[in-house]
T-cell receptor, first 111, second 114 residues
Framework: RKEVEQDPGPFNVPEGATVAFNCTYSNSASQSFFWYRQDCRKEPKLLMSVYSSGNEDGRFTAQLNRASQYISLLIRDSKLSDSATYLCVVRAGDSSYKLIFGSGTRLLVRP | NAGVMQNPRHLVRRRGQEARLRCSPMKGHSHVYWYRQLPEEGLKFMVYLQKENIIDESGMPKERFSAEFPKEGPSILRIQQVVRGDSAAYFC????????????FGDGTRLSIL
């Protein structure tokens, strides 16, 4: 079983739609959680950290459920520029520096 | 305001040759991490280095791969006797400290083995 699992997609949505991505992680000792965005053939860029109480940054909302070991990302009012691969990332429980990446969920926003 | 600099951006090697990938961390960062991304997969941790020290190389293949971060100059990821399966994107990240510090990624080096 992968340490971080995501639905690969692609999610194909029209502009303005709301879309949600889910992610599960296997190590209950995991400490920190993030969503990264990766454009085609580019480096991953931090989109937002995920906090236990849930957090919002503009059109993006992230949720964490430690009991279920589940993380989500909600994107409202999708823009064409949101098209990318969204990576669920967990900081390993046995070290505070090692990032564990999911394989990513691909989002395509169409006009 | 240079970020993490990796070079080359693209590297083509024939089977059996050596590949050297370089990474210069952000200014003020002394911690470097290397990750590998195979096609259609997520990034996988390879190695964590501080200046002149390898802190964790648990993600490095046991043979042919080595990494260093000398006192002067960039961090180097070296792959000897490359094989087709080494074809991947190799990303370097740096941070100011080690524990729980944000990691900033470079553009990556795309290694292709003929």
């Amino acid at each position: 079983r992968k340490e971080v699992e995501q639905d690969p997609g692609p999610f194909n949505v029209p502009e303005g739609a709301t879309v949600a991505f889910n992610c599960t992680y296997s190590n209950s000792a995991s400490q920190s959680f993030f969503w990264y965005r990766q454009d085609c053939r580019k480096e991953p860029k931090l989109l937002m950290s995920v906090y236990s109480s849930g957090n919002e940054d503009g059109r993006f909302t992230a949720q964490l459920n430690r009991a279920s070991q589940y993380i989500s990302l909600l994107i409202r009012d999708s823009k064409l520029s949101d098209s990318a691969t969204y990576l669920c990332v967990v900081r390993a429980g046995d070290s505070s520096y090692k990032l564990i990446f999911g394989s990513g969920t691909r989002l395509l926003v169409r006009p | 305001n240079a970020g993490v600099m990796q070079n080359p951006r693209h590297l083509v090697r024939r089977r059996g040759q050596e590949a050297r990938l370089r990474c210069s961390p952000m200014k003020g960062h002394s911690h470097v991490y290397w990750y590998r991304q195979l096609p259609e997969e997520g990034l996988k941790f390879m190695v964590y280095l501080q200046k002149e020290n390898i802190i964790d190389e648990s993600g490095m293949p046991k043979e042919r791969f080595s990494a260093e971060f000398p006192k002067e100059g960039p961090s180097i990821l070296r792959i000897q006797q490359v094989v087709r399966g080494d074809s991947a994107a190799y990303f370097c990240a740096s941070s100011r400290g080690g524990s729980n510090q944000p990691q900033h990624f470079g553009d990556g080096t795309r290694l292709s083995i003929l």
